[in-house]
T-cell receptor, first 117, second 113 residues
Framework: GENVEQHPSTLSVQEGDSAVIKCTYS??????FPWYKQELGKGPQLIID?????GEKKDQRIAVTLNKTAKHFSLHITETQPEDSAVYFC????????????????FGQGTILTVHP | AAGVIQSPRHLIKEKRETATLKCYPI?????VYWYQQGPGQDPQFLIS???????DKGSIPDRFSAQQFSDYHSELNMSSLELGDSALYFC????????????FGNGTRLTVT
């Protein structure tokens, strides 16, 4: 099955700095890569996602890049703010397996991001 | 906007008891997923339903069962509870429009004593 490795496990930055979180996946059939933000006591919240036919996607201060050859994808947050502090998870799935396979996500281990004012 | 509703938010049970967790998807979402998140762990896929039929199965113990009803809400039934079942249980829903992003509820925290 799929295996997703996420680094770093913790990341501490100053307000206004950029933050980068990296993930690698093992299954070359994976074609959907969402990123989730999880705050204490809440469920994961989708912040951005990318499909394998796209190399980069941006939404305001958040961007994701995908390197299919290296099986590697990254989350970039610019101009970080204290409210960005949370646990971030990358995930991968193979949407071509049919049925509800897009949502059969394998998550990375999570990154605790702390943004200091 | 309406979100995924889960109930109860907290549940305390003793070993060998039974628990039922409920999930109400976002309106017009026809697909429901269940995930289990242990303390300090990443969410693990348990099971999914599309149009009231089981679609995919993950690492769900045989002691657990689930179903999706005609109004698309879903219930996760857990029997013979063990201490190791203590976790956050998340339900997520999606529509059948690609790329099917999942929207998670705020979870049910199950504590088995």
């Amino acid at each position: 099955g799929e295996n997703v490795e996420q680094h770093p496990s913790t990341l501490s930055v100053q307000e206004g700095d950029s933050a980068v979180i990296k993930c690698t996946y093992s299954d070359s059939a994976s074609n959907y890569f969402p990123w989730y933000k999880q705050e204490l006591g809440k469920g994961p919240q989708l912040i951005i996602d990318i499909r394998s036919n796209v190399g980069e996607k941006k939404d305001q201060r958040i961007a994701v890049t995908l390197n299919k050859t290296a099986k590697h994808f990254s989350l970039h947050i610019t101009e970080t703010q204290p409210e960005d502090s949370a646990v971030y998870f990358c995930a991968a799935s193979n949407g071509n397996a049919g049925g509800t396979s897009y949502g059969k996500l394998t998550f990375g281990q999570g990154t605790i991001l702390t943004v200091h004012p | 906007a309406a979100g995924v509703i889960q109930s109860p938010r907290h549940l305390i049970k003793e070993k060998r008891e039974t628990a039922t967790l409920k999930c109400y998807p976002i309106p017009r979402h026809d697909t429901v997923y269940w995930y289990q998140q242990g303390p300090g762990q990443d969410p693990q896929f348990l099971i999914s339903f599309y149009e009231k039929m089981q679609s995919d199965k993950g690492s769900i113990p045989d002691r657990f069962s689930a179903q999706q009803f005609s109004d698309y809400h879903s219930e996760l039934n857990m029997s013979s509870l063990e201490l190791g079942d203590s976790a956050l249980y998340f339900c997520a829903s999606s529509s059948n429009v690609q790329p099917f992003p999942l929207h998670f509820g705020n979870g049910t925290r199950l504590t088995v004593t």
